[in-house]
C-alpha cells in the first residue's frame, strides 16, 4: 500500500513539473507562428523575433530610468542611499531619528508619543558613539567641518583631513596633544595637499588653539605619517586675494607673471609664499592701474604692510632684472 502511494506521488509531482515547464516554454514562444520572443524595452512590448506579433504592449519598466556605462557612473547615478564618507564618524552608515515631531501623515505627536521619540533618540545617539575612540573622532571631524565651512575649503579637503586624523588616531599619535590641535594640523595639511593652501594666520583665527601649538602639532603629525607635502607655492594664493580684492584677470595674470620672475632668480627661497602673493598681487594692481591700498592687500592676505612693502620692492627688483642687495 505505502509504495503505490510512493509511486503516485513521484509520479504526480514528475507531472506537474513537466506541465510547468512546458506553460513556461509556451509563454516564451509566439502564440502564431511559435518563434522565440524578445522584449523591447525601448517601447514597452513582447515581440516575436520571427513573424513581428506584439504579444504584451504597455509593459512597465521597473529599471532606472538612468543610463550609465560604467561601474563609476553607475554608483554615482544609483539612489539608494547616501554614499559613504570618511567625514562622518560612522562614513554614513547609521541611521538618525529626525528631530521633527510628526507622523508620516505629517500630524503632530502626542506628548507620550513625542517623550517616546526623545528617548529613542538618546539612546540612537548612545548606540552611534559607543567608545571613547567613535566619540573622539565625532568631535575631531566636527571640528573639521567647522573650519573647513569657515575657510571656505572644498570637500575633497575635509575628506582627506578626515582621512589624515583617521590615521593619526590608529597609530596612537593623540595621546598628549589636544583633539583640535591634531584636527587643525590635518586639516592644514590637507589643504596644502590640495593646492589650497591656507596660511597658519587663517587656520589659527578659525581654530581654538594657539598658532605655535598647530605648527608643533602639524609637523609632529606630518613626520609620523610620513606625508608628503610639497612646499607651499606663492601663485595658488593668487587667485583667492585677487578674488576678495575684485580685481580683474589681468591682473591677476601680472601676478602670476611677477611671481615666475621672482622664481626664476630665486628670489621665493626662504621667504613667506603669503607675503609674497600679497606683494604680487598688490604689485600687479599698480600695474594695471586698479590701485588697491596696501592695508586692503594686507588686511586680505592677513600679512602685515611692512612684508608687503619688502617684498613688493623686491618682486619690481627682480622684473627690472635688477639683483636686489
Not at 505505502?2 to 516554454?25: I, Q
Not at 538612468?66 to 561601474?71: L, N, P, T, Y
Request: charged residues 35%; contains cysteine.
Amino acid at each position: 500500500m505505502s509504495d503505490n502511494v510512493r509511486t503516485y506521488t513521484t509520479e504526480h509531482v514528475e507531472d506537474s513539473a513537466e506541465t510547468e515547464s512546458e506553460s513556461a516554454d509556451e509563454e516564451l514562444r509566439c502564440p502564431e507562428c511559435d518563434g522565440q520572443l524578445a522584449t523591447d524595452t525601448e517601447h514597452g512590448e513582447t515581440v516575436c523575433a520571427d513573424c513581428g506579433l506584439v504579444v504584451e504592449e504597455d509593459e512597465i519598466d521597473r529599471g532606472p530610468e538612468w543610463r550609465a556605462f560604467d561601474s563609476a557612473e553607475k554608483d554615482q547615478k544609483s539612489r539608494v542611499g547616501a554614499p559613504t564618507t570618511n567625514m562622518m564618524h560612522d562614513k554614513g552608515l547609521s541611521t538618525n531619528i529626525g528631530w521633527q515631531d510628526k507622523d508620516a501623515y505629517g500630524k503632530s505627536l502626542s506628548s507620550r508619543q513625542r517623550e517616546k521619540m526623545q528617548r529613542l533618540r538618546t539612546w540612537n545617539e548612545r548606540f552611534r558613539t559607543r567608545d571613547s575612540k567613535e566619540r573622539n573622532l565625532k568631535q575631531a571631524l566636527g571640528e573639521i567641518d567647522r573650519m573647513a565651512s569657515a575657510l571656505g575649503l572644498p570637500d575633497n579637503v575635509r575628506e582627506t583631513a578626515s582621512v589624515i586624523y583617521r590615521r593619526a588616531l590608529d597609530e596612537d599619535l593623540l595621546p598628549g596633544r589636544s583633539i583640535e590641535g591634531v584636527s587643525t594640523s590635518s586639516l592644514y595639511a590637507a589643504a596644502r595637499q590640495a593646492g589650497t593652501p591656507r596660511s597658519l594666520d587663517e587656520i589659527a583665527a578659525v581654530s581654538r588653539v594657539e598658532k605655535d601649538e598647530i605648527a608643533r602639532t602639524y609637523r609632529y603629525v606630518v613626520r609620523e605619517l610620513k606625508l608628503e607635502i610639497q612646499p607651499a607655492d606663492p601663485e595658488s594664493y593668487v587667485p583667492r586675494f585677487a578674488s576678495d580684492l575684485e580685481l580683474s584677470d589681468e591682473s591677476e595674470r601680472r601676478a602670476r607673471g611677477l611671481l615666475e620672475t621672482a622664481k626664476s632668480q630665486g628670489i621665493h627661497s626662504g621667504k613667506s609664499p603669503v607675503g609674497l602673493a600679497a606683494a604680487a598681487v598688490y604689485a600687479a594692481s599698480l600695474l594695471t592701474n586698479e590701485k588697491v591700498t596696501q592695508s586692503e592687500v594686507s588686511e586680505v592676505a592677513n600679512i602685515s604692510e611692512v612684508t608687503i612693502r619688502n617684498r613688493y620692492h623686491e618682486l619690481l627688483e627682480a622684473e627690472d632684472g635688477i639683483t636686489p642687495s
